[in-house]
């Protein structure tokens, strides 16, 4: 995934951010709203991917992703929002919110991927994205491992992920990432 990671990415090395499993059970309503991926976590940089495994076979239906194709060059930097509506640490977050896509689908030149156990789709934390509920009987599962290149710099803000802090790396802000155990370095050519 490191590999390519990178080579999508354009970057000759990818530093492992973090990995998380997102589950969906059948019948839930609650869909995962439009977001950008940027906001949430302390890096910047145009070299910051998700890697996202289909565990599962899905279609949008069954909560695939879909992504507002070209979003990622809007240069436009969206304020991350609680997925659960109550608000937690993305409230400290001082900044433009995400447009309301779903209210006005048909502005926005949307595309989503069935996928079956073991496809990947690869995608830029600047593009906007989201997933409906899961309306299909089968719970849907990915792995989504998230991965930075040549030019991400550590940039702790307010709202942004309070798991990764600067005790916790020897990063400086404003720097590329420490070559510490927080952020190994997994591939380079």
């Known amino acids: 995934m490191a590999e390519l990671a990178a080579t999508l990415m354009g ?110 789709i690869v995608f830029s934390s600047w593009i906007v994205h989201g997933s409906p509920g899961n309306a299909g009987t089968h719970r849907r599962t990915a792995l989504s491992t998230r991965w930075l290149g040549d030019d991400a710099v550590w940039s702790p803000h307010p709202g942004c992920d309070p798991s990764v802090t600067q005790a916790d790396t020897t990063a400086v802000p404003g720097g590329y990432p420490a070559d510490d155990d927080r952020f190994p370095l997994v591939w380079s050519a």
């Not at 609650?30 to 599962?56: K, N, R």
């Not at 240069?75 to 900044?95: H, K, M």
């Open 11 to 120: 970057s000759a090395s990818a530093r492992f951010y973090f990995d998380h499993l997102l589950v969906k059970e059948p019948g839930t309503e609650s869909p995962t709203p439009w977001h950008q991926d940027i906001g949430y976590w302390p890096f910047l940089g145009s070299q910051i991917c998700s890697v996202w495994v289909a565990c599962t076979g899905a279609g949008v239906a069954e909560s695939s992703l879909e992504f507002v194709r070209g979003s990622h060059r809007w240069d436009r930097y969206f304020a991350p929002e609680s997925f659960t509506g109550e608000s937690a640490w993305t409230a400290d977050f001082v900044g433009e919110r995400c447009p309301d896509i779903e209210a006005a689908r048909d502005d926005y030149d949307i595309v989503g991927f069935d996928v079956e156990p073991g496809d990947a």
